[in-house]
């Protein structure tokens, strides 16, 4: 579990907070035009009002006169809930009737046009006939108690704002921390040495389980390249011990036995022959270990794989004729892949001596090229004894041989450079009953760029 600490120095809980104080400050700015907007709305009404009133109160002179007016005023003076002030100023200045306070703010030209701001009220001023007028101002008490209501809706909008943005922000950054402590303690794991520990996914697709999906394949890869590593070591252990004693055995025996120079030059010859064998293996193992790097992707062209099939099938027609064996070739032509020529051809090769070795007097080999679809598909075809079908995927193992091979001559690394040159490809070796015989099926993609599994 996290502690307190690590959620608050956690990044997502600082991206939560950066995004609740941008959110905070665009609700403070809206609701600040808002209230200037519905202030100023709210006082331009009031100001109508005021203006609205003031005319009201020059048609009731105009009426009815002095008497009228006076009339008009006093029942407006009765209704208690009204925050309209009332004044009539002679025209030397005394206020005869209403609030006396207004002289001093009418006598400002700007209340006179009723343009004050602020707390000041707004005011109208109208000349009567007699020489007098006539004023009306609205304090704004209304104007002001809707402002602090709004005000303050917007405070709590604010607080409340800021409450769920920090609740939001530590149950995103919550999860998010749950989500990356699954990738920690899979990699913990697999940094210990268990390397069968995979990340767990929730199956929603979004984000973290793409990643997930993404690093389990690499921690498969990883697992398959150790277990690999381990069985080349201990098949290199094996297969080598062979040669090499052969190599110390014939050496010993020629310290003991050897008495001319033709004996010590024929246990060289053979030390030699045996020493050649294994640098073959060294070689090979080499060759694998360096297509496995993806180091020779760099040299991909476009190329004819019809050519290539055509040329294997030419160049090992005759040799296996020799050997009372027939090479029947069905090759679609101008089939392009994006490859690497050379290894290609040593693909075919293998599997075309792997085919005329493991096979009788007699048997047929075919070599098969056809478009499919996105793929390019190639097979090899015998009607010799095969492979059993619990060992197709074994003999696809560096050194790896059937019992049966044992007696003919080989490493067990043929097969495994196939599927080391096709996997490099993109490809995918599949072996399969022939009826009778093995069959030997290779796909490679034909897009433009070569693919990666």
């Known amino acids: 579990m996290w502690t307190p600490r690590e959620l608050l120095r956690s990044a997502g809980l600082r991206f939560a907070l950066l995004y609740t104080v941008a959110f905070m400050i665009s609700v403070g700015v809206i609701g600040w ?100 007028r006539v004023m009306v101002a609205d304090d704004l008490a209304e104007v002001r108690e809707i402002e602090a209501v709004v005000t303050r809706a917007f405070q709590v909008a604010l607080a409340v704002a800021g409450i769920l943005g920090l609740g939001t922000g530590l149950l995103i950054s919550g999860a998010l921390l749950r989500r990356l402590d699954t990738v920690t303690r899979t990699a913990e794991a697999v940094v210990g040495g268990d390397l069968t520990q995979r990340i767990a996914r929730t199956g929603s697709e979004d984000e973290f389980d793409r990643l997930a999906a993404t690093l389990n394949r690499m921690l498969d890869r990883i697992d398959g390249l150790m277990a690999n590593l381990r069985q080349v070591s201990t098949d290199i252990a094996h297969d080598l011990r062979t040669p090499l004693s052969r190599l110390r055995q014939s050496l010993e025996a020629t310290r003991r036995r050897a008495t001319t120079i033709e004996d010590y030059q024929d246990a060289v010859d053979r030390a030699v022959e045996e020493t050649d064998r294994i640098l073959e293996i060294f070689s090979a193992l080499l060759r694998i270990a360096q297509i496995e790097a993806a180091s020779l992707r760099s040299g991909f062209r476009r190329v004819n794989l019809s050519e290539i099939l055509q ?82 995927e074994n003999v696809l193992r560096r050194f790896y041989r059937l019992e049966r091979s044992r007696t003919t001559p080989g490493n067990g690394l043929g097969l495994s450079l196939v599927a080391a040159i096709a996997d490099l490809h993109g490809g995918r070796v599949t072996l399969s009953n022939g009826q009778p015989g093995l069959q030997v099926r290779v796909a490679f993609p034909q897009g433009h760029e070569p693919a990666r599994r």
């Open 311 to 392: 040329t294997v099938a030419e160049a090992y027609a005759a040799p296996a004729a020799d050997g009372g064996r027939s090479l029947t070739a069905h090759i679609l032509e101008d089939v392009w892949i994006d490859a690497d020529r050379d290894l290609l051809a040593q693909l075919f090769v293998n599997l075309v001596e792997n085919a005329l070795q493991h096979t009788p007097q007699g048997s047929t080999i075919s070599l098969e090229l056809k478009d499919s679809g996105d793929r390019a598909v190639a097979v090899i075809r015998d009607d010799g004894p095969g492979i059993p079908p619990e060992e197709r």
């Open 33 to 132: 035009m808002t209230v200037l907007t519905v202030a100023g709305a709210l006082e331009r009404q009031a100001q109508r009002g005021v203006e609205n009133e003031a005319s009201a109160l020059v048609d009731e002179f105009n009426a009815g006169g002095r008497q009228d007016l006076e009339a008009a005023l006093a029942g407006r003076f009765a209704n208690p809930s009204t925050h309209t002030r009332y004044a009539v100023v002679e025209a030397d200045g005394r206020v005869v009737l209403g609030d006396r306070t207004l002289l001093q703010s009418g006598q400002d030209p700007g209340a006179a046009h009723g343009t004050l701001r602020g707390n000041m009220p707004r005011i109208a001023s109208r000349e009567l006939g007699d020489g007098s």
